[in-house]
């Protein structure tokens, strides 16, 4: 990746408002995405969807988690009540082998678990990519043990009101989730999207909860596994997506940490790349083999300098779109603690910031979207930059 772009184009016109529609992400007949599918192997080469999703798409990150506790249906009903275009769900499985939603399988933090007395003998230590964690994994739990436990704020130093709600939701399956979505999207007369991440995927494979199946079964049975279904896939390790293209034609996005990381699956298989090979012309080239876009951490479009301000942007928005990929950065929060340093206000690292600002930096660069914590922040400066 070359730092000191030139010439990003301030808004992502090209792509007509829609998502994964248009001849830029070449899932058009004849295109070059069409051909690039073909040859993955995969469910590519359709038509593109018929919903469109505005440009920049606002992705409510755990559903409404500024707010709420993340992954809970009041996190998820408040992000779309919102507004919020599309809202994120992460799935780790269940002993016995439901998907559920948490952003991790440690479960020690967001939910109530340690106050159960009759689980006590369950808090263990463990190995998930290459790191020790001490604590309580959905994996050494049934359902039907884990909905016995409640959801609670996640960063309670950070996000005292969300504390409120701590013990209010249970933990929803995923399959929870459609049904959710699916009532929703006939109350409304429209569809929910959802954009969902396998996490860990390696790891559970090896374990024996392998979550590919499991999920595209689960999308096949509320019919989501099409090219124009209202979802995303997500994942940070590229292969997941591979393997996802084979099951369903579900529009695929690979996730991006930083540079200097390497996807654990990657890793695992010998393959020597890192982040900062994957974000190469060569790299998103393979990339748009098997997906239709990329989930960059915002340090990879803007680094930020020893000081936490904002540096010269990288060509990474004008490279990706190159190879007909869109791009849906993470993640936007309200509080100066997450913000560039430059859009911080005051000294409280848990005040409020100008999200606003920041905001309208990343969206001048051509990014196609953005996660955040914070929906109704996130739609109110995209209609500001719209009007510009």
């Known amino acids: 990746m070359t730092q000191g772009a030139q010439n990003i184009p301030g808004r992502r016109t090209v792509l007509g408002a829609a998502v ?36 920049p798409t606002i992705v409510g990150h755990r559903g409404a988690s500024g707010y709420r506790p993340e992954h809970t249906l009041g996190s998820y009903q408040l992000a779309l009540d919102l507004g919020a275009h599309v809202i994120e769900q992460d799935l780790v499985p269940t002993k016995d082998g439901h998907l559920v939603c948490r952003h991790e399988n440690d479960i020690t933090g967001t939910t109530d678990v340690a106050d159960h007395p009759e689980f006590a003998g369950r808090k263990t230590t463990k190995s998930v990519d290459g790191v020790s964690l001490t604590g309580w994994f959905t994996e050494d739990f049934t359902l039907a043990e884990l909905k016995t436990l409640r959801a609670e704020e996640r960063i309670p130093q950070t996000r005292r009101n969300g504390t409120l709600y701590n013990g209010r939701w249970e933990i929803p399956t995923f399959e929870e989730v459609l049904r959710w979505a699916d009532e929703e999207g006939r109350r409304r007369g429209e569809p929910v999207w959802l954009y969902v991440e396998t996490k860990h995927p390696t790891y559970f494979r090896g374990i024996g909860l392998g979550l590919e199946e499991r999920l595209a079964k689960l999308l096949r049975r509320y019919g989501r596994d099409r090219h124009d279904s209202p979802l995303f896939l997500q994942s940070f390790e590229p292969t ?21 990381t390497q996807p654990w699956d990657l890793k695992q298989a010998g393959d020597p790349r890192f982040v900062a090979d994957l974000i190469t012309p060569v790299g998103l080239k393979w990339i748009a083999s098997f ?69 309208k930096v990343y969206f001048e660069q051509g990014i196609d979207g953005i996660f955040t914590d914070n929906p109704d922040t996130g739609l109110l400066a995209a209609a500001d930059f719209n009007k510009d």
Not at 240 to 260: E, G, N
Not at 307 to 332: N, Q, S
Request: glycine share 12%; proline share 9%.
């Open 20 to 55: 994964l529609g248009s001849a830029a992400l070449g899932l058009l007949p004849g295109t070059a995405g069409s051909a690039q599918a073909a040859e993955a192997g995969g469910h590519g080469g359709h038509r593109p969807p018929q919903k469109r999703l505005p440009v």
């Open 240 to 260: 997941s997506m591979q393997r996802m293209a084979k099951l369903v034609s579900t529009p695929r996005v690979v996730l991006f940490d930083a540079a200097d």
């Open 291 to 359: 997906a239709q876009g990329i989930g960059p951490w915002l340090d990879l479009i803007i680094p930020r300098d020893k000081d936490g301000k904002l540096g010269e942007p990288t060509t990474l928005v004008r490279d990706a779109h190159a190879k007909d990929l869109i791009l849906h950065p993470y993640t936007m929060r309200n509080e100066n603690s997450f913000l560039p340093a430059d859009f911080r206000v005051g000294t409280d690292p848990n005040a409020y910031g100008d999200a606003f600002g920041a905001f």
